[in-house]
């Protein structure tokens, strides 16, 4: 039972180094050698994990060889379009200048109620807004509104919003976050002197961002939404 065990537990380590190795990507981002990879590696490493007679090395040197197989391709595509292009596939414009293609639906075996359910996951509800669509490489639909219909930005209307980055969250659920709380230069104390001024304590907050405009966005546990101005927007520093 014990090596069983091992045995597993070896190969599993295996399996999360190799994938580790295919890079950052999420499983609807493979392209398709990646996901072909993907499930050749799990049957390899299936067999020698169901059967102790069989030996680790016929499930770890498969594995190594793939790995260097994707590495290989890696590289050659980063050097040549046309390899890029054959494993991995071309952007397909389904939308150009407002108009659906039919043809290149076909095509890629898309509906139209598909494309209508890519657009909403976007957050396009209306399809006549759009002004091109594209199936990437890796299946995943990007679109853009066309120019008459899209909102004006800041900067067409002359107007500066001011540096706008990540916030920081310094309360969650209930917790403070004592190293956001070193990047925003204060500490416990100033926190909870702030929370005061609204009758609140630090475990009464679900959660709290604190934005780069200095505003505090809180959530407490029973539901309630507040914002508070909490320090300088010129003193913000990350």
Known sequence: MFTLFLRALI???????????????????FQPYEFAMAILLADLISTPMESVSTPLLY????????????????????????VRAFVSGKPSVIISRGVINEQELKRLCLSLSDLLEGLRNVGIMDPSEVGTAIVEAN?????FPDAA?????????GIDPG???????????????ANNLKQVGEDEAWLTALLARRGLQTGEVYLACLDTHGS????????????????????VGW
């Open 11 to 29: 190969l599993y380590v295996v399996m999360i180094v190799t994938m580790r190795g295919l890079g950052k990507r999420q499983l609807g981002q």
């Open 149 to 157: 219909k899209r909102a004006p930005t800041t900067g067409e209307m």
């Open 216 to 235: 505090l966005a809180l959530q407490t546990r029973a539901g309630e939404r507040m914002r508070l101005n909490a320090i300088d927007p010129g003193k």
């Open 59 to 82: 499930g770890i040197l498969p594995v190594m060889a793939l790995f260097a197989v994707h590495s290989l391709i890696t590289l050659i595509s980063l050097k040549s379009d046309k």
């Open 139 to 143: 299946g995943k639909l990007s679109a």
């Open 163 to 177: 540096y706008e980055g990540l916030p920081l969250p310094l309360i969650m659920d209930g917790r403070v976050q």
